[in-house]
């Protein structure tokens, strides 16, 4: 199985400034049909996890542009540019090139 | 606008059975894949299992393999988790979750707590 490795696994920030958070995997993520199926989610305190970045650095619409995704191959980074308060939660990245699909242990992102 | 609703958790005895629906609108179902993926309590998400739009196609983790049974029912746009022996360790969250490489969307999930 492919690992997803997350760091760090908690994140104090302070408002208005940046966050970044790594992700890696055992193997790497382009699949055969050319994409790196490589997504970031955010999962609030009581809510279901939701999509923020597909295919490493593609925004879903309603997310805000101060988060981004880069990356390529078996490394990749999601960013904030100034957190908010509304950012706090677990983030994880999940690998959807090969079977079976695996996600990261979750970065915890708490304001200072 | 898409929409996931997940039912048929509960509480239940180790090595008993249940079965968790998740009904879709606002997409076209059969047009694509859907997977089930859980949170044990005070632990990371978990993928669980997967199935292709015609339901030819299926997938599970290996924890589940023979326990679990994913299906569909593309007539009435729901989802189906069908699980037996159940295990405390397969207490958690289970959510649906529509495009499985990329996981799109998710519903609010249904709890499923293996208990005696």
């Known amino acids: 199985d492919v690992v997803m490795t997350q760091s760090p696994l908690s994140l104090p920030v302070t408002l208005g400034q940046p966050a970044s958070f790594s992700c890696s995997s055992s193997q790497s993520l382009v699949h055969s049909d050319g994409n790196t199926y490589l997504s970031w989610f955010q999962q609030r305190p009581g809510q279901s996890p939701r999509r923020l970045i597909y295919?490493?650095?593609n925004r879903d619409s309603g997310v805000p542009d101060r988060f981004s995704g880069s990356g390529s191959g078996t490394d990749f980074t999601l960013k904030i540019s100034r957190v908010e308060a509304e950012d706090v939660g677990v983030y994880y990245c999940m690998q959807g090139t090969h079977w079976p699909l695996t996600f990261g242990g979750g970065t915890k992102v708490e304001i200072k | 606008e898409v929409q996931l609703l997940e039912s048929g958790g509960g509480l239940v005895q180790p090595g008993g059975s249940l079965r968790l629906s998740c009904a879709a609108s606002?997409?076209?179902?059969?047009?694509?894949?859907m997977s089930w993926v859980r949170r044990a309590p005070g632990k990371g998400l978990e993928w669980v299992s997967a199935i292709s739009g015609n339901a030819a196609s299926t997938y599970y983790t290996d924890s589940v393999k023979g326990r679990f049974t994913i299906s569909r029912d593309n007539s009435k746009n729901t989802l189906y988790l069908q699980m037996n022996s159940l295990r405390a360790e397969d207490t958690a969250t289970y959510f649906c979750t529509k495009e499985v490489r990329v996981a799109a969307n998710w519903g609010q999930g249904t709890l499923v707590t293996v208990s005696s």
């Open positions: 606002g997409f076209t179902f059969n047009n694509y894949a």
């Open positions: 295919k490493v650095s």
